[in-house]
T-cell receptor
Framework: ETGVTQSPTHLIKTRGQQVTLRCSSQSGHNTVSWYQQALGQGPQFIFQYYREEENGRGNFPPRFSGLQFPNYSSELNVNALELDDSALYLC???????????????FGSGTRLTVV | AQTVTQSQPEMSVQEAETVTLSCTYDTSESNYYLFWYKQPPSRQMILVIRQEAYKQQNATENRFSVNFQKAAKSFSLKISDSQLGDTAMYFCALINTNAGKSTFGDGTTLTVKP
């Protein structure tokens, strides 16, 4: 059983640009959540996807958007990057949907995004 | 709104000793789960222990146990026989069963000293 894979591991972007981060869920997992973790802070919930539909969203502006594909891989897109978007972005997958509530997450190692 | 507060930014413990990490939370929901996650320098979050809010019995996982005080909204983690590999950042988290929203604390950096 493979784990959760995120790509790229590190990324540097310029303010105002757009970025796409990718997450390959663990085999059989149909639920994926994305988190933003600023340096020295805990992860902040961005949104969750279940069977290709958004299933919950945290307090993030619309320029943070996502997709989940039929194979349950996922993307996080951020438009009009700001300096404060610099953070570690974590993806976590689980299946079936209720398992994530009971803690059946598998986290990836994250993408470190730096906005300059 | 739900909040999770970890009041100890950093802690240290001697190898083989016991340490307790504190966590308090607030939620208006009655159905929720509480978790402790470990994040080593590799960055990958690892589930340490979970507690279902409707269960009064404190969860235990080998050397890890919790003290869950629902009325006080407190959820502390006790690590017994600390090992060097326990050195990591520890996060307390709450998941609202109904809304599916998860909230993490800001973490406690634990250092186990030889």
């Amino acid at each position: 059983e493979t784990g959760v894979t995120q790509s790229p591991t590190h990324l540097i972007k310029t303010r105002g640009q757009q970025v796409t981060l990718r997450c390959s869920s663990q085999s059989g997992h149909n639920t994926v959540s994305w988190y933003q973790q600023a340096l020295g802070q805990g992860p902040q919930f961005i949104f969750q996807y279940y069977r290709e539909e958004e299933n919950g969203r945290g307090n993030f502006p619309p320029r943070f958007s996502g997709l989940q594909f039929p194979n349950y891989s996922s993307e996080l897109n951020v438009n009009a990057l700001e300096l404060d978007d610099s953070a570690l972005y974590l993806c976590a997958s689980s299946s079936p949907q209720r398992e994530w509530v009971s803690g059946g997450y598998t986290f990836g190692s994250g993408t470190r995004l730096t906005v300059v | 709104a739900q909040t999770v507060t970890q009041s100890q930014p950093e802690m240290s413990v001697q190898e083989a000793e016991t340490v307790t990490l504190s966590c308090t939370y607030d939620t208006s929901e009655s159905n929720y789960y509480l978790f402790w996650y470990k994040q080593p320098p590799s960055r990958q979050m690892i589930l340490v222990i979970r507690q279902e809010a409707y269960k009064q019995q404190n969860a235990t996982e080998n050397r890890f146990s919790v003290n869950f005080q629902k009325a006080a909204k407190s959820f502390s983690l006790k690590i017994s026989d600390s090992q060097l590999g326990d050195t990591a950042m520890y996060f307390c988290a709450l998941i609202n069963t109904n809304a599916g929203k998860s909230t993490f604390g800001d973490g406690t950096t634990l250092t186990v000293k030889p």
